[in-house]
């Protein structure tokens, strides 16, 4: 099979964000060819371990995807401060002769973004609500690269998933599970230290939060699990996500002092996006007053360009106000009134751009965090729960069609969710040897033998 058709078949998705299938992201060719290396969100541990253990792996799988798309340049990008990960990479790099730079940045958040790094790695920016290739280039996960160098070599599927397990356990731990493992099962192997926890799936800034018992227990790892944050549930990462909407609404209209300070540090906007969170506050109360699309679309459309990183709310705004997410309701508001606002023809990155960085640390701080930093994981513990739960949607677009049913004897590695042909979708297969046991439209339960 090509490349292409290898991925596919594999079921391979964006390992580190929202899971956009691979095997289309990777149908074209690029003049540079970027992993992101630099764990965007502050605590996750995954590519540093994945970078420091399967370094060699990751360097064969960057030269095949980059003879792939043809690139004329491969880059890793990460944080300068990851030195065993550089020198790892960079041993790797000259054992197989690899023509690929160690591109070193600065510790900043969201470092990685994959728009940010594209604009770091190549000085270019990408269009509002497009994606790398309209700049030339392709960006990978460190997890997806190792798992597509898998899947060329070995044949692989994708089954299993290292993720990090941090914040109120007896000390940060690396995992690798078979997908659908309980995400309780993995905190239990992290020893957690107490017990009434919520639970933040991803980073402190855009994971999902989970502070409900029965949500967390039906909670599963998927392709796209990176690290599980435990935090006691009143935190003020997990309190704030129990505001409503309406009350986000009326703060903003009541304390917003129109300090700019959401813009100025907003990142989107530093690459050259229309994006003015302070404006869309200045005008939240207003909403219910305009009739016309035009002027709707004047005091709110630059919400659509809103990447919900949270640098407005977590770290600018000296009020504690919500831009992102009456950002993210607005969204939705304009969505429903079908307006569509235009682009920006030609972004470019903004002279301050170097000067408004979100220094991590100072983020760490900002968000109640300090306690866990600087606390990392060193070894990982491999985990053989007696029962998993594989969603059929774990990726981007439409959800994989069951191809299995209750009673069936499968094995690791055997397809259970046939991906669509005719829409983005993925294929989805069995992570563990065993009966299955349920075969929902939603998901497939496996017990193990």
Not at 246 to 255: D, F, G, P, V
Not at 329 to 358: H, S
Not at 413 to 438: P, W
Request: aromatic letters at 6%.
């Amino acid at each position: 099979m090509s490349l292409i058709e290898t991925v596919k078949d594999a079921g391979i998705v964006g390992a580190g964000g929202a899971g956009f299938p691979t095997h289309v992201k990777l149908n074209t060719k690029a003049e540079y060819f970027i992993v992101n290396a630099a764990e965007c969100e502050p605590l996750i541990e995954t590519d540093k371990y994945l970078c420091r253990t399967f370094a060699d792996e990751l360097i064969k799988g960057v030269m095949y995807i980059a003879g792939h798309l043809e690139a004329k340049k491969s880059y890793i990008a990460l944080k300068a401060k990851y030195k065993a990960e550089i020198a790892a990479l960079r041993e790797a790099i000259e054992k197989n002769n690899a023509d690929i730079e160690i591109f070193e940045m600065r510790t900043f958040y969201p470092a990685g973004d994959e728009q940010i790094i594209v604009q770091q790695v190549t000085g270019r920016t990408v269009p509002e609500r497009g994606i790398p290739i309209e700049v030339g280039a392709v960006v990978d996960n460190v997890g997806t690269v190792i798992g597509i160098y898998r899947a060329l070599t070995n044949g692989d599927k994708v089954t299993d998933k290292y993720l990090s397990v941090v914040g109120e356990v007896r000390e940060p731990i690396m995992l690798k599970v078979p997908i659908g493992t309980s995400v309780r099962t993995c905190i239990e192997a992290a020893q957690p230290v107490i017990s009434d926890y919520a639970v933040i799936l991803g980073g402190p800034m855009m994971g999902k939060v989970f502070a409900d018992d029965s949500a967390i227990d039906q909670q599963v790892v998927t392709k796209t699990t990176g690290n599980i944050i435990v935090l006691p549930k009143d935190h003020y990462l997990i309190r704030r996500t129990q505001v409503s909407i309406q009350r986000i609404k009326h703060q903003a209209r009541s304390a917003c002092i129109q300090c700019r300070m959401c813009t100025d540090l907003c990142p989107r906007f530093q690459i050259g996006h229309s994006i003015k969170p302070h404006l869309v506050m200045r005008n939240v109360w207003r909403e219910e007053t305009i009739d016309s699309n035009e002027e709707f679309a004047k005091c709110y459309g630059d919400a659509v360009n809103c990447c919900s990183c949270g640098v407005c709310e977590m770290f600018s705004c000296p009020m504690g106000l919500s831009p992102r997410q009456v950002n993210d309701y607005m969204k939705v508001q304009l969505r429903e009134r079908g307006i569509m606002i235009d682009k920006t023809p030609d972004p470019t990155a903004r002279p301050t751009i170097d000067l408004n960085r979100i220094p991590t640390d100072r983020l760490i701080a900002r968000l109640g965090l300090g306690k866990y930093n600087g606390l990392h994981a060193h070894s990982c513990t491999e985990l053989f729960p007696r029962e998993v739960f594989i969603p059929l949607s774990q990726h981007i677009g439409k959800p994989a069609a069951a191809v299995v049913k209750a009673g069936d004897t499968i094995h690791k590695g055997d397809l259970i969710g046939q991906a669509d042909e005719k829409a983005l979708s993925a294929n989805i297969h069995a992570s563990v040897n065993g009966t299955v046991t349920e075969a929902a439209p939603n998901g497939i339960r496996i017990n193990v033998n």
